[in-house]
């Protein structure tokens, strides 16, 4: 099993809709652990790491998000695994 990490922007109408909220309850059935944080900019940022298809799987559903959101735009990055034991959003 390979694991990765990835850090994913989204932007769009992602605060205040319960958006860390829904990505957390999705990257936990998906066993992907991480955050979700508010940005002060609008955008949520959000660390996600386990298995690649995993991973690349809750990549997929960020692009549309909970259905009281507005996803425009994600950007992704890959970084360093950093061993997350849980996903959370604080």
């Known amino acids: 099993m390979?694991?990765?990490a990835k850090i994913i922007y989204?932007?769009?109408k992602v605060?205040?809709?319960?958006f860390r909220f829904n990505t957390?309850?999705?990257a936990e059935r998906l066993g992907v652990t991480?955050?979700?944080?508010n940005l002060p900019d609008g955008r949520v940022v959000v660390?996600?790491?386990g298995e690649a298809a995993k991973v690349r799987q809750l990549v997929h559903w960020l692009r549309q998000?909970?259905?009281n959101a507005n996803v425009e735009s994600i950007s992704e990055?890959?970084?360093?695994v950093a061993q997350h034991r849980h996903f959370d959003t604080g």
């Open 65 to 67: 998000g909970p259905s």
């Open 47 to 49: 660390w996600a790491e």
């Open 24 to 26: 957390q309850r999705e």
């Open 77 to 80: 990055e890959d970084v360093e």
């Open 2 to 4: 390979t694991e990765i």
């Open 10 to 12: 989204v932007s769009g």
């Open 15 to 18: 605060q205040e809709v319960g």
């Open 34 to 37: 991480g955050y979700a944080r």
